[in-house]
Structures are given as C-alpha cells and as structure tokens.
C-alpha cells in the first residue's frame, strides 16, 4: 500500500481509505448502503488492514451514530492500528441544537463520537457542511480548544465552498489556530467539477483531497452498460435522488471508454476507475466502501499498478466537461493565462 501525506500535514495515510456507511445501515438512505453489524464489520477492518489500508471514515449522521459505534466494536483492541476520521455538523434531530457548529454543538457532538468510538481521540475530525449561522471565529476557536484538549488530532472540511475554505483559513492564521488540512470532496470520472476550484485551492493552501463516492454514486461499478436497463439489484433505485445528478450520455462515454481499457488491461471498471483518481493532483485518499469480502477485495485491487499515459488520456477525454465561468475563458482564449493545475 502507498501512503502519502494528508495536505501540508505530517500525517500519512494510505492511498485507499474505508468508508463505512456501511456499518449498521439503517434508512432510506443507509440501509440501502449496507448494514454489517460488528463481527461482519471487524472482518472487514482485518482485511483492510491486511492490505495496509488503515484509515477508517464515518460520520455521526451515517445511521445516526449506529456506524461509529460498529466501527468502535470493530477496532476494539487494535486503537494504535487504525487511523479514525469522522465527520460533524449535519442536522442530526429537528431541535434547534441538534445541526450546525456552534461552540456547544461542536463540542458535544465530539464528545459523543468520542462515545460511539470507544476512544478518547480522533485522528481526523472534519466538518460535514458549512454553517453559515456561526461565525467562523467561534466554530475555530473551539476546534483550536478541541485540538489542545487532545481530542482532536488533524483537522478538516467537507462539502465546503472554496471561499468558505478560504475564509476558515484566513482567520485561523490571523489566531495562529490549526488550520484545516483535508478535504473531503465529491470526485470521480462522472463527477470533476472539484477540479475547477477547489483542487487549485488545495495544491495552494495545503489541503489534500479525501475522495467519496469515487465510483459516482455506484454507476462505475461496471454493472450498468449503454443500452441496458438498470440492474434489478443497483442501490441506485432507491439512492439515485440522494446523490451528484449525471448526464446519461456522458456516463455511458465513459464507461465505453472504462470497457476499452478493462479489455486491455484485465482490470475491471471500478479498478481502473479508482487507479485513475490516484493520479490526479491533490488527492491523498481514495475511499472505497464494501458491503461485502467481495466487494472489498476487488477494491483493494486498484493499486499496485498504473495506467499508462494513453489510457489516462482517453479516460480524461472520455469525462471531459466544458469549465463553468469565470475558467472557460482560461481553456478557450488566448491571452488568458491558465489557472488551474495542468494536469486537470
């Protein structure tokens, strides 16, 4: 496995991550995911770890909590294994202190991951979303508290805007507070608006990419083809409207283009998928779910091995979109001096 370090940070994680919606999946949403309980779920951990993948995401709104605790049950006993990162911030009840980040609710909603966890830290906390309701100083200065509490180790965002970015890092330099060092970011070969700004703002800023959903939303999987309907079992029955819209046509582009190189290369779709984020600048971390050993294991197999420049190339000319304004003026006019990171 290849670690690369997470942003301007000292932390290194592996190139492939965990996600683990997964874990005790209840909802529309998350039950549709998956829902191992803990002994399925410590299974999944050993072969993750196996394979040397250590870092291991989940949220407190995924299966709200039920995925932290499984994933505490999992790792019990093996903490300095195991590198945890959750997210906070997304409503989790209708009262008004149960969503956002002010001071009280981001403080308790460490606490009770902390909790759910069974550990008294957390190797990567992000943000789940932007709360515009609380002033950035006040949502800082309590992960700065967080932090020299020793709850927190590394910090991060999720969801967020690049001037939300910007602004969160502004401030946390003009305090002298830990600055975010993650993003976790939509990014895959049906889905590359990250690129437009925020992957320019994470090679300036430091900010390495934690990417979910690399398979856009469950359609690389290889499952759906041009021409074919819906595989009677795809999730994306019941998740499609929870999820980053695609275009038809330009999904089944690229997935002519994923079948072209499969037959080249003996890879399959999702593998070949997930190798081609892991070329691209600023990603540190791709995460892969797995409801199953299966699933898993044919994960794990998209590293160890590169795609060569042509493939990588059709693969870009394949999911290639036009740049909203202000960029297109970049990739289409003389004059215009290119913004964006050239392998983008």
Sequence with gaps: MEYRRLGASGLRVPVLSFGCGTFGGSGPLFGAWGNSDAAEARRLVDICLEAGVNLFDTADVYSAGASEEVLGQAIKGRRGEVLISTKAGLPMGDGPADWGTSSARLTASVDGALQRLGTDYIDLLQLHAFDASTPVEEVLSTLDRL??????RYLGVSNFAGWQIMKSLAVADRHGWPRYVANQVYYS???RDYEW?????GLDQGLGAMVWSPLGWGRLTGKIRRGAP???KSRLHETAAFGPPVDDER???????LDAIAGETGKTVP????NWLLSRPTVSSVIIGARNEEQLRQNLGAVGWSLTADQIAALDAASATDASYPHFP???QEGFARLNPPAV
């Design 147 to 152: 932090v020299n509490a020793g709850k927190v």
């Design 189 to 191: 070969l049906v889905g």
């Design 197 to 201: 700004d925020l992957m320019p703002l």
């Design 230 to 232: 819906l595989p009677e």
């Design 251 to 257: 999904l089944y582009r690229v997935i002519d283009a």
């Design 271 to 274: 593998q070949i998928a997930l």
């Design 330 to 332: 970049y990739y289409r």
